[in-house]
């Protein structure tokens, strides 16, 4: 509880008032766009990595049954005793089981790290990386995730068919998340309807933190349902705030500009947040959005060829 109370208070210090949440909710909603797209190529990247390293782990299991199995082989050849006989008969067909199960775990082995590796060659010929591991141009990815259209090049082609079979590969939830992103990008209204599900989500932890503070620090209330999960969305959102923030001032700085009033920078953001759900309402495509201008100041997000 008092954890969400100095979140709220933390973002209080910035000038939001208990009567503005809306605002800086559109502002957490657009940069939630770019925040998920990060993570989705992480997500995707590391969950096929680890599918290989399943794979390795199955085969270095199978290896040691083998090898337990050819010991046990070994201690009941030239026992002639009949309890031993029906013993090395069990172990022996053990092992040639144990062997199959090998053969088929290297194969399989193989080729997920043949089909992987050429995979993640693929994708980072569209998406490169940098040395510390970020996505050296944001848009790149994005266009991975839109429809194709005729003047993509061969190289965006193959990287689109490579992340959904990486996704393939990877299963479970970075599927999911992949399929959901793709989905979204290729319906417009779909991808403005979820902005706008993001904000109502933001604007209700906003409002429940107000609350929290005034629990905290008015009635001395330091215990709470879910409270747990509260001070973890509480610094998520702060987190957040301090990401966009963050890149706005930086952006400001490099140009020399006169740094913007925070309360402005959310009244700005939530704008646009807005134009974004007008554009995405009446557009037959998301290709002209640019994501890597999405949050930025002056940025010209929506003109992308």
């Known amino acids: 509880m008092m954890s969400a109370a100095l979140a709220w208070s933390a973002l209080e210090s910035t000038g939001l008032k208990a009567k503005n949440l809306e605002t800086l909710a559109k502002a957490c909603a657009l940069q939630t766009t770019r925040q998920q797209l990060i993570s989705l190529h992480w997500i995707i990247t590391q969950a096929a990595n680890a599918k290989i390293d399943h794979f390795r782990h199955r085969k270095a299991e199978f290896e040691g049954r083998v090898r337990t199995h050819e010991r046990a082989v070994g201690r009941f050849e030239g026992n002639e005793a009949p309890w031993a006989e029906m013993a090395l008969r069990r172990q022996r ?29 693929a994708l980072e010929r569209h998406v490169s990386v940098t040395g510390s591991g970020h996505i050296a141009s944001l848009n790149a990815w994005l266009d ?60 209700g932890i906003l409002e429940w933190l107000y609350v929290t503070r005034n629990q ?29 923030l ?47 201008q999405i949050s930025a100041p002056n940025g010209d997000w929506w003109n992308r060829a």
């Open 216 to 244: 905290v620090f008015h009635r001395g209330k330091f215990s709470n349902p879910a409270d747990t999960l509260t001070a973890h969305a509480a610094r998520g959102i702060v987190d957040l705030v301090l990401e966009f």
């Open 93 to 121: 067909d053990s092992l040639k089981d144990a062997r199959v199960n090998l053969i088929h775990a290297e194969s399989q082995q193989a080729a997920a790290e043949v089909e992987i590796s050429a995979g993640f060659g």
């Open 144 to 203: 991975v995730l839109l429809p194709q259209r005729q003047s993509d090049t061969s190289t965006l082609i193959a990287a689109r068919k490579a992340v959904l079979g990486l996704g393939k590969h990877s299963g479970g939830i970075a599927e999911d998340l992949l399929g959901m992103w793709i989905g979204r990008l290729a319906v417009p209204a779909r991808y403005a309807d979820w902005l706008q599900e993001q904000q109502h989500i933001y604007h």
């Open 246 to 292: 963050g890149n706005w001032r930086a952006v400001e700085n490099s140009g020399n500009a006169s740094g913007s009033e925070i309360v402005q920078i959310y009244k700005l953001l939530a704008d646009r947040k807005d134009d974004l759900d007008g554009r995405l309402r009446a557009a037959t495509s998301c290709h002209p959005l640019d994501v890597a």
